[in-house]
């Protein structure tokens, strides 16, 4: 199946809310004061999608540029996705509502996703030729 651009952005945003769900789910099954480690995660991951869409949107935009635009255009607002994942940090590991290292995981799962759809993927193709 052949998926552009923005079909491969939805699908890894969904595929990672839905894990991001199954993990919600545990942590409230598995820990009894679970408020602050779902809080953390929750905000973690939602400010990785956003990221997440940040990167698509910047590179949409800086692929139309000339290159010596583009390039600046890039790293501004790089520097402005990492400002924004230090203060999500920084939020984290001073209220003391939010679990620093559940947040940690939630600005990680988007990369979390697609490191295992693409060993899925590539464990797929290998077991199908065989």
């Known amino acids: 199946m052949m998926y552009n651009d ?8 969904r595929k990672t809310i839905v894990y991001s769900l199954i993990i919600v789910g545990i942590m409230f099954i598995g820990l009894k004061d679970a408020k602050p480690y779902v809080l953390g995660f929750v905000f973690g991951t939602t400010i990785g999608i956003l990221g997440f869409k940040l990167i698509e949107k910047t590179t949409e935009k800086a692929v139309t540029m000339e290159p010596s635009k583009a390039y600046g255009y890039s790293i501004f607002h790089y520097f402005i996705r990492y400002t924004i994942y230090a203060i999500v940090l920084i939020v984290s590991a001073v209220a003391d509502y939010l679990n620093f290292i559940t947040a ?7 990369k979390i996703v697609i490191v295992t759809s693409a060993f899925y993927k590539t464990n797929y193709k290998k077991k ?3």
């Open 104 to 110: 940690v995981l939630g600005l990680l799962m988007i």
């Open 128 to 130: 199908k030729k065989d």
């Open 6 to 13: 923005e079909n491969l952005t939805n699908l890894l945003i």
